[in-house]
């Protein structure tokens, strides 16, 4: 069993920064490969960053490569996401989920994670 709750949602100005954290609770100690999601209404949920399960390859798709930061601490069984210079397309509902399987050829996509977290909201507006 494995079970992931978001934390650090809010409302920010565009330029701000927030720091998304992500909680994985578990019977036992194994890491998995894990991704941040967003989704607004209407649209599909799409992945932003993931990262591997020792944390040494991390990928960020273009539109926010070089203001966010996906990363983690397995010794507190935690992933973040550090967001920087946001803007207001930045605005969804954003979330943590767990590869279980960790195939390579579904690498941060949708139909390959296997676990989500409820989400927590992020509004970006002046």
């Known amino acids: 069993q494995l079970q992931l709750v978001e934390f650090g949602g809010g409302l920010v100005q565009p330029g701000g920064s927030l720091r998304l954290s992500c909680a994985a609770s578990?019977?036992?100690?194994?890491?998995?490969?894990m991704g941040w999601f967003r989704q607004t209404p209407g649209k599909e949920r799409e992945g932003v960053a993931c990262?591997?399960?020792?944390?040494?390859?991390?990928s960020h798709i273009n539109p926010v490569k070089g203001r966010f930061t996906i990363s983690r601490d397995n010794t507190k069984n935690a992933v973040y996401l550090q967001m920087e210079n946001l803007k207001p397309e930045d605005t969804a509902v954003y979330y943590c989920?767990?590869?279980?399987?960790?195939?390579?050829?579904?690498?941060?996509?949708?139909?390959?994670?296997?676990?989500w977290g409820k989400g927590t909201l992020v509004t970006v507006s002046s």
């Open positions: 990262i591997s399960a020792d944390g040494q390859w991390r």
């Open positions: 578990s019977a036992t100690s194994e890491q998995y490969p």
């Open positions: 989920a767990a590869d279980l399987f960790g195939e390579e050829e579904e690498w941060c996509s949708y139909e390959g994670m296997d676990t």
